[in-house]
């Protein structure tokens, strides 16, 4: 008689190697890309992996923690802010007619950047522009030419 062990070898969580902001679907079913004054939209965090998987896990940072933000290169357009219940989550609000750049950083909680796994770049997102355009009608006006 042989015994024979086997173990079977989990294969190592895969680690982001690049971070992707990704538009989300507002409530009244517009792209968070097409949002009007009188509505809003959000925006999410999503990283990938080597492969180019998105379901990959955040970057390790340094052991401190992560703390994620986003910003608006136009808030006059445009603003965002973290939701309150996902982190990862940016809520868009819009302000007035025009074209906002959306972005986010991720830093490790002393303040210091975030690298890939090569220990050398940032971990980056690259921005995606978000149109604001005119609000509901809400009543009807008769012009005379």
């Known amino acids: 008689t042989v015994n024979l062990n086997v173990t079977q070898m989990q294969p190592p969580p895969r680690r982001a ?3 992707k902001l990704t538009q989300v679907i507002t409530g009244d079913g517009k792209l968070a890309g097409q949002v009007t004054v009188d509505t809003g939209g959000k ?14 896990l955040a970057p390790l940072g340094n052991g401190t923690g992560l703390v994620f933000s986003f910003s608006s290169d136009t808030p006059a357009v445009a603003t965002v802010a973290q939701s309150g ?61």
């Open 17 to 19: 190697v690049a971070g």
């Open 85 to 145: 219940s996902n982190p990862l989550e940016g809520d868009v609000t819009g302000v007035a007619e025009g074209i906002a750049n959306i972005g986010a950083t991720v830093l490790n909680t002393d303040g210091s950047p975030v690298l890939e796994p090569d220990g050398v770049t940032p971990f980056t997102f690259a921005a995606i522009p978000v149109t604001v355009d005119a609000g509901l009608a809400v009543s009807g006006a008769l012009i005379q030419e």
């Open 43 to 56: 925006v999410e965090l999503q990283f990938v992996d080597d492969k180019g998987d998105t379901d990959a």
